[in-house]
């Protein structure tokens, strides 16, 4: 089994700063991709970045120059750190990751439990 496990979230003004962890452990042999997802209130789950094994990433454009994806791979964690937050920031946050539990099998994608994030003032 593999569990992902994030923290981080709370409360948090807006123009202020967040960073969420997640981390990754269980039956792991590799991982690829890594990334995170946010669902506000009444709205779909929407892509917000993601990480290659290697450090590439992409962004959601509305994230764009306000938050950064980082990963640890020893540590199998994933990080984000989101500055200039705003208003409509306010969301679950899940991470997730494609993880393979032994040599020549496939990847597949696990997901967190979810981390509130509320920006309000």
């Known amino acids: 089994q593999v569990q992902l496990v994030e923290s981080g979230g709370g409360l948090v003004q807006p123009g202020g700063s967040l960073r969420l962890s997640c981390a990754a452990s269980g039956s792991i042999f590799s991982i690829a991709a890594m990334g995170w997802y946010r669902r506000a209130p009444g709205k779909q789950r929407e892509l917000v970045t993601t990480i290659t094994s290697g450090g590439s990433s992409n962004y959601a454009d509305s994230v764009k120059g306000r938050f950064t994806i980082s990963r640890d791979n020893a540590k199998n964690t994933v990080y984000l750190q989101m500055n200039s937050l705003k208003p409509e920031d306010t969301a679950v946050y899940y991470c997730?990751?494609?993880?393979?539990?032994?040599?020549?099998?496939?990847?597949?994608?696990?997901w967190g439990q979810g981390t509130q994030v509320t920006v309000s003032s």
């Open positions: 997730n990751a494609d993880v393979s539990i032994r040599s020549g099998a496939g990847y597949y994608k696990y």
